[in-house]
């Protein structure tokens, strides 16, 4: 009976060691380093996004740290680069890019890109907007991506 109560104990000790164990393994790509900002006047910017494939999807720690790190535009070209990696994903120039300006309040918005297809990009100005559920308002807003299709457009994407 004893060893029963203590594991019973044990058991909510070891739960949460293993989903921080998974969290950590799964986010060991250290967010972006540097600050995100952009400027309207030149069309160049920073922000820290999520880049994920369209569609409904569930909300897991795994799902919410996935397919994030840094879109530039620079000079007419947009780039990706994930976090923890040492080199842009995908480089394309702005006017090769199909943009959706998003509808209602949406924090995000859908382009098609040359080498990826149909994606959903929500840029943030803020690193915590990745422990979010997408579409929420905490970290994204409305005004930064309208922001970004705007740039976007301004380079000729279309």
């Known amino acids: 009976m004893r060893v029963i109560s203590w594991l ?4 909510p000790v070891v739960m949460v060691v293993a989903v921080v164990v998974v969290v950590v393994r799964n986010t060991r790509n250290s967010p972006a380093r540097g ?13 820290f ?3 994920r ?21 620079y000079d007419g070209q947009v780039s990706f680069t994930p976090d923890g990696a040492s080199a842009p994903a995908w480089t394309d120039p702005a006017n090769q890019l199909r943009v959706q300006r998003p509808s209602g309040l949406s924090t995000d918005f859908h ?8 994606v959903v990009i929500e840029p943030s ?11 929420s308002f905490a970290g994204s807003n409305y005004r930064t991506t309208q922001d970004v299709v705007t ?3 301004g380079w000729g994407a279309h």
């Not at 019973?8 to 058991?11: C, D, G, K, V």
């Not at 400027?39 to 920073?46: E, K, L, N």
């Not at 907007?129 to 997408?134: F, G, L, T, Y």
Request: no cysteine; net charge neutral.
């Open 49 to 51: 996004a999520q880049v």
């Open 8 to 11: 019973l104990m044990l058991l």
């Open 53 to 73: 494939e369209p569609g409904w999807q569930m909300q897991t720690p795994l799902t919410m740290a996935n397919g994030w790190g840094q879109l530039r535009v």
């Open 111 to 118: 382009a098609e890109v040359p080498q990826l297809g149909e």
């Open 35 to 47: 600050s995100a900002s952009y400027d309207m006047a030149t069309g160049t910017g920073v922000w």
């Open 151 to 153: 740039i976007l457009q």
């Open 125 to 135: 100005t803020s690193k915590i907007a990745r422990w979010r559920s997408a579409g």
